[in-house]
C-alpha cells in the first residue's frame, strides 16, 4: 500500500486521518510464509509536527494461520498492533505503511503456538498425531551426555 504523504508533510502541524487498507496476504520471515487470514481496514493518523518529523499512529488486528509448534496443525492467532511511529521528515516519504505493519507483525509474534494447551504433538518414532491416536510406542529419550554409560551396559549385559 501506497499513501500519499505529500500534504501532511509539506504543511508545518497539519495532522490527519486515513483509512488504510493493507495489500500483505502472507507473512513472510525467516521461519517462513504465513497466511493472514483476516486484515480488517484500519485508521492512521499522520501528523507533521514541527516541520521536522512525522508522527505515524494506529492500531489494527491482524489474524495470521501459524502452525502449531508441536503437531503441526493450522492455528489461528489475532496480533493485535500498535503503531507509534516518530520519522525524521525527509525520510518518511519513502516509508510506506506495509512495511509499518511487517514490524509490528513480527515484534508481535507469539514465541510459543500451541492448537491447544495440551497438546500432545508426534510421535518421534512413527510420526502420528498423538492427540488422535495412542500409538504405544516409548515416548522416553535417553539423555545424550548418558550415550557412554550405555554403551558400556550394552556391551556387557549378561545373556
Request: proline fraction near 5%; hydrophobic fraction near 40%; charge should be negative.
Amino acid at each position: 500500500m501506497i499513501l500519499d504523504l505529500i500534504a501532511v508533510c509539506s504543511n508545518a502541524g497539519m495532522e490527519e486521518d486515513k483509512d488504510v487498507h493493507i495489500d500483505m496476504d502472507t507473512f513472510s520471515s525467516q521461519l517462513g510464509v504465513f497466511p493472514i487470514i483476516k486484515k480488517e481496514p484500519f485508521k492512521l493518523h499522520l501528523a507533521n509536527v514541527e516541520n521536522k518529523r512525522l508522527l505515524i499512529q494506529g492500531e489494527l488486528d491482524v489474524t495470521v494461520s501459524i502452525p502449531c509448534d508441536r503437531c503441526l496443525k493450522d492455528v489461528s492467532r489475532t496480533l493485535h498492533l500498535s503503531i507509534d511511529k516518530n520519522i525524521p521528515l525527509p525520510q518518511s516519504l519513502e516509508d510506506c505503511a506495509d512495511r509499518l505493519v511487517y514490524g509490528e507483525i513480527l515484534l508481535a509474534w507469539p514465541m510459543k503456538v500451541l492448537c491447544k494447551d495440551d497438546c500432545r504433538g508426534i510421535c518421534l518414532k512413527c510420526g502420528c498425531d498423538r492427540n488422535k491416536v495412542d500409538c504405544g510406542c516409548s515416548q522416553t529419550i535417553p539423555d545424550p551426555r548418558m550415550a557412554a554409560f550405555q554403551d558400556v551396559f550394552n556391551k556387557f549385559k549378561e545373556v
